[in-house]
């Protein structure tokens, strides 16, 4: 009988060799991550120098579409439908589409606003993008042969992939698509209520951007001085329409600090009173009450997540939380506003009624608290 034994020699040897090899192979791997992220760099500061040029240009008046609004400045009560994240050109979008239609023949629904991702999956390229049909027109091809209610749109991360020129000029192209900027004061509508559209995406990214970041802050501030003429001296209810929300559940995480937008936001929320922010971004519906203020997010027009967690925040109370496609409606008065989500066939899922008087003073009680 012939024996061998292998001693602690042979054992060391054996593990440099792994060693080497797991050294080898990371090598490989690490190395074209590097070149790849090297260039993604080179790429997304270049995409980012693209858009403070558009920024410019849009700053010096140009792209400026002509913008007619339909006169709701005489009514006493204005009925608003809210919707965000559809533009799939899908089944579940068309669904979505015909429910709200119904449900518009049923009840008031004086103009609509879109929290956008308006064209997915990066919006369009010109006027004339075949997208235009088959992801808004189609879908909402009641409203646009009645040429009622306007839709008052605005951008979302999924649309800036594409041209930002395109979806403003649409609104000369469109009897319904209105978005006379990308920041932008809603007009026509009676002296109590007054709403803001802001562009949360250019700050959402772009602040993540080191080389731009000033240019960035210095964008919003300027949307921030624009909103604040047209929201912060005005009586009767003061309301933001944003795409990115600054409190929800999230998909996949707690939304709270959602990319910069409540550190960006949340001060001129308390020092303007606003009652009230329309956000989509979010693929659910939820009504969240927090620091006095009420955030709506509607962002379930074509798809849903279920992957949330608890709110995690003491102050933030979420009044609902639903995960079934559908949109969103406002009945306003001086008064009061009755907050509604439905499911997509126009069903009720959820309401809520906030006086104007009680808003204004939880939102009295909250800026003492925040100063």
Not at 150 to 170: E, P, V
Not at 180 to 199: M, Q, R
Request: net charge neutral.
């Amino acid at each position: 009988m012939t024996c061998s034994a292998h001693g602690p020699s042979d054992t060391k040897l054996r593990t440099n060799i792994v060693k080497s090899s797991v050294i080898r192979i990371g090598a490989l791997i690490l190395i074209p991550c590097l070149v790849i992220g090297y260039l993604l760099k080179d790429e997304a500061l270049e995409r980012w120098h693209d858009e403070l040029t558009e920024y410019e240009k849009l700053k010096d008046g140009h792209y400026i579409p002509v913008v007619e609004a339909k006169e709701l400045s005489h009514k006493r009560k204005i009925g608003v439908l809210i919707f965000g994240d559809g533009g799939t050109g899908g089944t579940t979008q068309h669904d979505v589409g015909s429910g709200m239609w119904d449900f518009c023949q049923k009840k008031t629904c004086d103009l609509i606003i879109g929290l956008g991702d308006n064209i997915y999956p990066a919006g369009v390229t010109s006027v004339s993008d075949p997208l235009w049909k088959s992801n808004f027109e189609s879908p909402y091809q009641n409203f646009v042969d009645a040429a009622y209610p306007d839709f008052w749109m605005l951008i979302g991360n999924h649309d800036r992939r594409g041209s930002k020129d395109a979806q403003l000029r649409y609104s000369e192209h469109s009897p319904i698509w209105k978005m006379p900027a990308l920041d932008y004061f809603i007009p026509n509508l009676p002296g109590w209520l007054n709403i803001y559209v802001l562009d949360t995406t250019f700050i959402a990214s772009g602040s993540k951007v080191p080389p731009f970041q000033s240019a960035f802050e210095t964008n919003f501030q300027q949307q921030l001085e624009r909103a604040s003429t047209h929201l912060c001296d005005k009586t009767g209810w003061r309301v933001l329409a944003t795409h990115h929300p600054l409190v929800s559940n999230g998909a996949r995480y707690n939304r709270f600090r959602e990319n910069n937008v409540y550190d960006a936001l949340y001060a001129f929320i308390e020092d303007c009173g606003i009652n009230l922010v329309l956000s989509g971004h979010e693929h659910l519906q939820q009504h969240v009450q927090m620091d006095g203020v009420d955030y709506l997010i509607q962002g379930a027009a074509s798809s849903t997540r279920t992957r949330a967690k608890p709110l995690q925040h003491h102050s933030a109370l979420s009044r609902y939380l639903g995960y079934q496609l559908g949109f969103g409606h406002l009945s306003f008065t001086a008064e009061k506003v009755t907050i509604r989500f439905n499911d997509y066939r126009g069903k009720s899922l959820y309401s809520g009624t906030i006086a104007y008087e009680k808003a204004n003073k939880r939102q009295g009680l909250a800026s003492e608290n925040f100063q």
